[in-house]
């Protein structure tokens, strides 16, 4: 059974800093995504990385997957207060079983 | 832009209740599906569709149903609706090919009382 596991669940960092969050999963998977969600709001699609040595960015984020290791991580680069929001990985086990991962929520202090 | 709609934003309803939470999409997708999020559980599968009138159960099927009568229309049925099912509802549609990509309605939050 595919289980996804997201650390850290919280983050508080400081407007400027560099951080990673990382996503671990526990069997093969063809893709893995990434979503943003703001608080009562919905999941916005960041990437998707569907293969081993993808690497995707956008602004201050980049996502990068290990289909070896298992292991897809979300980097912020020089984090903004616009960034705050939580962030969820999933990943699809077979062609519509999406299993995310229970988010981590990150708040970028000023 | 995909849009994926989704019928009311809040909705309080009394315990017993049938509940009804539609959602639509306009990118002709042939696969939608519905979830549930409460805090420290993340998202959970109820309920999952990839034509009209076939569904599949997903995790948390109990207590719902669905019904998908047109492609972009699908539905979530609380046929008697009880306080733990308060939650954050959200659909989402996705094609059945390439990357498979979900794309998520605004999500409703359901009270019951």
């Known amino acids: 059974e595919l289980k996804v596991e997201q650390n850290p669940l919280f983050l508080s960092m400081q407007e400027g800093k560099n951080y990673t969050i990382y996503c671990n999963y526990s069997?093969?998977?063809?893709?893995l995504y990434w979503y943003r969600q703001d608080p009562g709001k919905s999941l916005e699609s960041l990437f998707v990385?569907?293969?081993?040595?993808a690497v995707k960015q956008e602004g201050r984020l980049m996502a990068s997957l290990d289909t070896k290791a298992r292991l897809s991580t979300l980097h912020i680069t020089a984090a903004v207060h616009d960034l705050s929001a939580t962030y969820f990985c999933?990943?699809?086990?077979?062609?519509?079983?999406?299993?995310f991962g229970t988010g981590t929520r990150l708040k970028v202090l000023a | 832009d995909v849009k994926v709609t989704q019928s009311s934003r809040y909705l309080v309803k009394r315990t017993g209740e049938k509940v009804f939470l539609e959602c639509v999409q306009d990118m002709d997708h042939e696969n939608m599906f519905w979830y549930r999020q409460d805090p420290g559980l993340g998202l959970r599968l109820i309920y999952f569709?990839?034509?009209?009138?076939?569904?599949e159960k997903g995790d948390i099927p109990e207590g719902y149903s669905v019904s998908r009568e047109k492609k972009e229309r699908f539905s979530l049925i609380l046929e008697s609706a009880s306080t733990n099912q308060t939650s954050m509802y959200l659909c989402a549609s996705s094609t059945p090919s390439g990357v498979y990509e979900q794309y998520f309605g605004p999500g409703t939050r359901l009270t019951v009382t």
């Open positions: 569709s990839y034509d009209v009138k076939m569904k």
């Open positions: 999933a990943l699809t086990s077979g062609t519509y079983k999406y299993i």
């Open positions: 069997t093969t998977s063809d893709r």
């Open positions: 990385l569907l293969s081993n040595g």
